[in-house]
């Protein structure tokens, strides 16, 4: 069933793009800062797991995981590129970037929305962020011949601090005031709801010109978006068939929740203005996708085979 909490994720996610878009002014002192955000949220995450969770995961199923890995960063994002190619040329190259850049720091609270394997899902989040300066960079150039001439230590250097300083701050945080931990915790859903709506208003109020300038643009990349988000959670359910249900949602979840606000800070100087924009829209589809994703499980429920 579509659960309230949906509900009011898919309104204020929903509801904040929009006053993004018709009231950019008022917004503007929070463009800088999407990243904070979500390196905020990512630390709310962490407040409700134990590390040794995440390394246990790792350690039990290494072959898995690799795998899974090898999927994630290189096979899908090159089958979805040539999809593209062959079906949407013009949106090849946007398909491409946002397959292949790492799991989302938000995935972990889709993961306890739908009751995901979040250990998993973490040790993804962190595995592709380490991995993704390697790996996208070089698809890019041999699929599209386009240089992403980022420094690599400075593509590390964000993707580190956007994992590990949330990290570090959540261990810091659980050893020097459990107490605190317990009541950020217990407010955890409603502080998530604020950091994505202030992350709306900062990607959206940034686009709002282009977007009413360019309406056609809008409506196909809004397509794309959609289309990329519908590719992305059938290829991770179907990769992890065999595996438990949480483990199937885990895997859906670390391709469709992908960081496309790093797509945004990437592709904005290297491309043209297409790649940023369906990135920007991307948001659609990101939290759109709960509705089917959660009808899925709740079908796989029903029929035992969860």
Not at 80 to 106: D, E, H, M, Q
Request: with cysteine; aromatic share 14%.
């Amino acid at each position: 069933m579509f659960s309230p909490r949906d509900f009011l994720l898919l309104a204020v996610s929903f509801g904040s793009l929009l006053a993004g878009i018709l009231a950019p002014e008022a917004c503007a002192p929070l463009q800088p800062y999407p990243v904070v955000f979500m390196m905020m949220l990512l630390f709310l995450s962490f407040l409700s797991i134990r590390i040794s969770q995440i390394w246990d995961t790792a350690r039990q199923s290494p072959r898995r995981i690799a795998w899974f890995l090898l999927f994630r960063m290189i096979l899908f994002p090159v089958a979805v590129a040539l999809l593209f190619r062959l079906a949407w040329p013009a949106y090849g190259l946007s398909a491409l970037l946002l397959a292949g850049i790492s799991t989302g720091a938000v995935a972990p609270f889709f993961a306890n929305l739908l009751q995901a394997n979040m250990a998993l899902v973490l040790v993804v989040v962190v595995a592709s962020s380490l991995l993704v300066p390697f790996t996208l960079p070089p698809l890019v150039a041999f699929l599209f011949g386009h240089s992403m001439e980022i420094p690599l230590l400075d593509m590390m250097r964000l993707l580190i601090m956007v994992v590990f300083i949330p990290l570090a701050a959540a261990e810091v945080l659980k050893k020097a005031a459990p107490r605190a931990v317990d009541l950020i915790r217990g407010k955890q859903y409603p502080l998530s709801l604020i950091l994505f709506a202030m992350t709306n208003l900062s990607i959206f109020s940034k686009f709002a010109d282009f977007f009413r300038q360019n309406i056609l643009i809008l409506m196909t990349s809004i397509s794309a978006a959609f289309l990329i988000g519908a590719i992305s959670i059938a290829a991770g359910i179907l990769v992890a068939w065999r595996w438990t249900l949480p483990d199937q949602l885990a895997s859906g979840l670390s391709l469709w929740i992908m960081h496309y606000i790093l797509v945004i800070v990437f592709s904005a100087p290297f491309f043209s203005p297409l790649e940023p924009t369906v990135a920007a829209l991307y948001t659609l589809p990101f939290y759109a996708m709960v509705v089917p994703v959660r009808a899925w499980r709740n079908y796989r429920m029903r029929t035992g085979s969860g």
